[in-house]
């Protein structure tokens, strides 16, 4: 089973704490390394102990660069 679970919110709020306790909880369930901690930025990832969205090796890696759009009405 794979869940994508997004957590934001303003500094000081207690995500970090909130994805500790979750993959703590999933970890204890389904075995180490069964959760991948993304973040947008370095330190950000540097907090939770996970990697950048960019960087994943869990098959996220987003990719960087100008977006291109197509009109979707006929």
Known sequence: MKELVIISGKGGTGKSTTIHTIRHTIEQKYGVGSVVLLATTGRAASVIGGST??????????????????????
């Open 53 to 74: 969205v960019h960087s994943s090796k869990g098959g996220l890696a987003l990719p960087v660069g100008r977006r291109q759009w197509s009109n979707l009405s006929n």
